[in-house]
């Protein structure tokens, strides 16, 4: 691998920022961590502006300069976009934005996805602002030029409100998202991408259903592993990996409730960092 530039310890001290509609930047920070853990991690989950998903692109947008602006603030040398919808809407208006700042995107999972289908039809569970993308067709569309594989999209309204709420696997859980997943099995699909960054927390259910319905094995695709691999060969290329041996902190911050988000992290990764509240968004915007 090709470095750059020398380490530069003083400005590897600055944390990564990671940020998501809601929880589904726990599902990111977990690789994250696990990839670079002497790095100290912001986490910013916007749970009071949750979902994105049925938000217009400008009011994404909105959001995220709003977030990026906050993360300017705490001085990160990375932001993570660990959202799927909000990479699909905003990435380029926050790369224009911030030309110096390293930015590391979420991508569906569609690439991979095809490449390991043996049916030639790979599935995708994303939210309905993801799949209605620009982005996301033209995506699709390479894959299936340069692959041959058909993409199934399968959108998922109400998905990531009873992942927000902790509702993993309750009755309603399991009823909509097998009303996600058969029809992708039905029509022949042998690989699933996990299109949003909340759905791997329901990755077990997902596994369950796919076992019970589909006679051939069926690959499930999370992409946090990538994105935590794509921010390290940044962090080094510009010689900022923290290399010290000493964990790095993780601090969070939310527009819901901090009890939530406490619990949250508690319950998903076994992690009790210390927890913000912010009051609105309005407050982010203002705090610049
Ligand atoms: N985790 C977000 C994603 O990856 C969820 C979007 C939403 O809030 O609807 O798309």
Redesign the pocket.
Known sequence: MAFSAYPDPVAAEAPIGIF???I?ALSVLRHVTSRLPSDHVLCFADSGN?????KTDAEIIERVLAIAAFLQTKKVKAIVV?????TAAAIEALRQHYPEQIVVG?EPGVKPAAVFSKTGKAGVL??S??IASNRFKALCDRITATTGVEILAQACPGL?DKIENGELDSPETIAMVESFVLPLLKNGADTIAL????YPFVEPLINAIAQRESKEAVTIIDTGEAVARQLERLLQQRGLQRLVGDPGRIEAYTTGSAASLRRAFADLLGLHPEVTALDSGESIKTSE
Request: hydrophobic share 25%.
């Open positions: 998501d509609s809601g589904g949750a979902p994105y998903g049925g660990a959202c799927n919808t909000a979420v994303a939210t602002s993801t990531v299109g949003c960054t909340h």
